[in-house]
């Protein structure tokens, strides 16, 4: 068994064998704002996966996004309108995207390579976003940076 998968084997591990660990995480994590630059990634296997190198011109961003739907309140006061404009309200992109977009809200000089799902409770999502600086050095000699970044790098 490579290493990656032994990684992602404990990850799975933690979820059943000790939830109680994985509950106290997540209770820290809430507390923390919304969109925090994390020192390195929880998820080693994943991160590699999206593009995550251990090098100058990379960082780690855990994004916390709240669950739920797109439903507005009612209007309690002046005059009511036919159509509300409450239920039918759609939100076109996944938890996921919406990490991403924060995530590249709070770093604009950053790009994002990839993210993927860390955990949940009732109340939130959170996903950590791999995002990459085009302009650095390291980052500009890297053939497979360069590739996955693609036209951003100017």
Known sequence: MGLYQEINETWHRLYEE?????????IEWRREPRVLRVERPTR???ARRVGYRAKQGIIVVRARVP??????KRP?????????G???I?????????AERRAK???PNMEVLGSYYLAEDGRYYWYEVIMAD?????VRNDRKLRRALGSRMD
């Open 18 to 26: 000790r939830p109680q660990e994985l509950k106290e995480k997540l």
């Open 44 to 46: 080693l296997d994943k």
């Open 67 to 72: 669950k739920g739907g797109m439903r507005r």
């Open 76 to 84: 309690n006061s002046g005059r009511r309108q036919k159509a509300l």
């Open 86 to 88: 409450t239920v039918k």
């Open 90 to 98: 759609k939100g076109n992109y996944s938890a996921k995207e919406v």
């Open 105 to 107: 809200e709070a770093f």
């Open 134 to 138: 085009p302009n650095h050095p390291s």
